[in-house]
């Protein structure tokens, strides 16, 4: 198991469970889900595989795009 995944999620007596500390608190992760942390650093439970980082650095570099257009067009006036 990845040092991410150790650091944050945990064990309970008598849970055949392994618990996760996502945003949402702790829940259980069954057997077939996937666990991600995203760039923020939060930890998530998906039923099918994630997307990946991808669409959030295109998210990430549109919004930059979109910022210093913005800060462009007002030094311009």
């Not at 650091?7 to 889900?33: I, N, Y």
Request: proline share 5%.
């Amino acid at each position: 198991m990845p040092k991410w995944v150790q650091e944050e999620t945990s064990k309970r007596a008598g849970s055949p469970d392994l618990w996760v500390h996502t945003q949402r608190g702790e829940e259980p992760a069954q057997v077939g889900q996937w666990i991600s942390v995203n760039l923020r650093g939060h930890v998530d439970i998906h039923h099918e595989r994630p997307e990946g980082w991808v669409k959030e650095i295109l998210t990430g570099v549109a919004f930059t795009v979109l910022v210093l257009t913005v800060l462009v067009v007002m030094l311009a006036m």
